[in-house]
């Protein structure tokens, strides 16, 4: 069974742009969970989507956003990109029922660098 | 709030060494979830183990083996006769209901754990 995917595995933005990220889950997992990874904050919840709809939102201001579609694929996207949001950005996916509904498997991320 | 300790930040041994990597948590949750995992060079964040509140018991898996006692609200994670290929960041997470999911993993800051030939 495939992984989740994460595309791209890398990328490269200038102060004031913006960006989308893309996540494919496990096939079968239905809940999609974002993070951010750096050096100062280590890992960070951004949101989790199921079934197209934001479940839970971390500590993070508007310009971080995201969204699921039907095959629960998800995106996120930051607009007005700061120096400070140079990471690496892991999506999660996992079950949404029974016994192992909360193991989160991640992707391999995608490292953003702002400059 | 839940918060999750990890007070070591780096340790080092030689291969074959025993180590072990320690995990302090803090919830309001009667019920909550613990989680280890690995983070190899690639930057994936790899699975070990998933234990909830009510089971104390210890697991072994292979050379991994982990220790929670609730008395001390600790979670820690033992590698036996390590190895090269254990070389990496070690995270440990809790999740409760406090959070507003059972998704929302809150991590330590990470246990660079190298293993040196």
């Known amino acids: 069974k495939a992984g989740v995917t994460q595309t791209p595995r890398y990328l490269i933005k200038t102060r004031g742009q913006q960006v989308t990220l893309s996540c494919s889950p496990i096939?079968?997992?239905?809940?999609v969970s974002w993070y951010q990874q750096t050096p100062g904050q280590g890992l960070q919840f951004l949101f989790e989507y199921f079934s197209e709809t934001q479940r839970n939102k971390g500590n993070f201001p508007g310009r971080f956003s995201g969204r699921q579609f039907s095959n629960s694929r998800s995106e996120m996207n930051v607009s007005t990109l700061e120096l400070g949001d140079s990471a690496l950005y892991l999506c999660a996916s996992s079950f949404e029922q029974g016994a192992r509904s909360n193991e989160q498997f991640f992707g391999p991320g995608t490292r953003l660098t702002v400059l | 709030a839940q918060k999750v300790t990890q007070a070591q930040t780096e340790i080092s041994v030689v291969e074959k060494e025993d180590v072990t990597l320690d995990c302090v948590y803090e919830?309001?949750?009667?019920?909550?979830?613990l989680f280890w995992y690995k983070q190899p060079p690639s930057g994936e964040l790899v699975f070990l183990i998933r234990r909830n509140s009510f089971d104390e018991q210890n697991e072994i898996s292979g050379r991994y083996s982990w220790n929670f006692q609730k008395s001390t609200s600790s979670f820690n994670f033992t590698i036996t006769a390590s190895q090269v290929v254990d070389s990496a960041v070690y995270f440990c997470?809790?999740?409760?209901?406090?959070?507003?999911?059972?998704?929302?993993?809150?991590f330590g800051s990470g246990t660079q754990l190298t293993v040196l030939p």
């Open positions: 997470a809790l999740s409760d209901t406090d959070s507003g999911s059972a998704r929302q993993l809150t």
């Open positions: 919830t309001r949750d009667t019920t909550y979830y």
């Open positions: 096939s079968g997992h239905r809940s």
